[in-house]
């Protein structure tokens, strides 16, 4: 069975600090990794992609990859109110026709003012 | 961005009626899409695999006589939940892939599907 395992939360950070989500994930074979944020009663919307081994930064959002520990992580610096959401956390699984995304049960995030 | 649509956001329908539920990429033509579903406070579940033309490829445990999908076209495909039950009740999301941007999935707003 291959999973994405988080930390269900809450992570409760101050406004302005950072705030850090971890992933990890049982395939070796997976080669992507994505970063969803979801509000309460709304679909997922992409954060940011990551598939090389170390930082990529995109504004505010930092993703790491480790792929030798098999973990992933977000950070978020400057955190503010309207971050707060479930973060999830997918690998792309190759097999089949289609590759296909194995979602995380996701990080609730509650950013406190 | 990459948008994608779906129709109905919300339905209630009585025990034993079927429901289709729409998903259109808007501005971008979608070599694959796919539907999810959603359970209070869970995490998505694959549901199929659905590309144009072709016949979905459904996830195990999932029904495809009950959840009917059809991609007509490289921009929209259809859930039916047919003779829907109360256990069907969920919040339904697709997901589409653009074409030439690798493996990146673009949601829709989700429905919400409340069976009587």
């Known amino acids: 069975q291959k999973e994405v395992e988080q930390n269900s939360g809450p992570l409760s950070v101050p406004e302005g600090a950072i705030a850090s989500l971890n992933c990890t994930y049982s395939d070796r074979g997976s080669q992507s990794f994505f970063w969803y944020r979801q509000y309460s009663g709304k679909s997922p919307e992409l954060i940011m992609f990551i598939y090389s081994n170390g930082d990529k930064e995109d504004g505010r959002f930092t993703a790491q990859l480790n792929k030798a520990s098999q973990y992933v992580s977000l950070l978020i610096r400057d955190s503010q109110p309207s971050d707060s959401a479930t973060y999830l956390c997918?690998?792309?699984?190759?097999?089949?026709?289609?590759?296909?995304?194995?979602f995380g049960t996701g990080t609730l995030l509650a950013v406190q003012p | 961005g990459a948008v994608v649509s779906q129709h109905p956001s919300w339905v209630i329908c009585k025990s034993g009626t079927s429901v289709k539920i729409e998903c259109r990429s808007l501005?971008?033509?979608?070599?694959?899409m796919f539907w999810y579903r959603q359970f209070p406070k869970q995490s998505l579940m694959l549901m199929a695999t659905s590309n144009e033309g072709s016949k979905a490829t459904y996830e195990q445990g999932v029904e495809k006589d009950k959840f009917l999908i059809n991609h007509a076209s490289l921009t929209l495909s259809t859930l039916t939940v047919t003779s829907a039950h109360p256990e069907d009740s969920s919040f339904y999301i697709c997901?589409?892939?653009?074409?030439?941007?690798?493996?990146?999935?673009?949601f829709g707003p989700g429905t919400r599907l409340l069976v009587l």
């Open positions: 997901s589409a892939i653009r074409q030439g941007e690798g493996e990146t999935q673009y």
């Open positions: 501005d971008f033509q979608a070599t694959t």
């Open positions: 997918a690998a792309l699984n190759y097999g089949g026709a289609t590759n296909k995304l194995i």
